[in-house]
């Protein structure tokens, strides 16, 4: 049974940083893809970074510069340091992780496995 387990939420003033985790357990597929999402109230679910078992990553627009993806003990881990964080940022942050053999990974939410989320709340 495949988990993802986030961790590292919290609050913040503006200009801060945290780092989430996210401890992944049954997950097989040796390629895949895993990422970040987050959704406010009232906005649909965007995503934040994603990496690809080949090591590429990808950023979204609005976080490029601010944040980085990575991951550690293979894809046992994942991470997402966030820096100066901004009121914007506010919102359920979500990993998820889906196998993909085509090369660069979607950005869509079409992946099979999430976790729980955990919140982020940046005050100004």
């Known amino acids: 049974q495949v988990q993802l387990v986030e961790s590292g939420g919290g609050s913040v003033q503006s200009g801060g940083s945290l780092r989430l985790s996210c401890a992944v357990s049954g997950f097989t597929y040796n390629r895949y893809c895993m990422g970040w999402f987050r959704q406010a109230p009232g906005v649909e679910r965007e995503v934040v970074a994603t990496i690809g078992s080949n090591g590429v990553t990808r950023i979204a627009e609005g976080v490029k510069g601010r944040f980085t993806i990575s991951q550690e003990n293979g894809k046992n881990t994942l991470y997402l340091q966030m820096n100066d964080l901004k009121p914007a940022d506010t919102a359920m942050y979500y990993c998820?992780?889906?196998?993909?053999?085509?090369?660069?990974?979607?950005?869509?939410?079409?992946?099979?496995?999430w976790g729980q989320g955990t919140q982020v709340t940046v005050s100004s």
């Open positions: 998820a992780a889906r196998s993909w053999y085509f090369g660069t990974c979607p950005t869509s939410d079409s992946y099979a496995y």
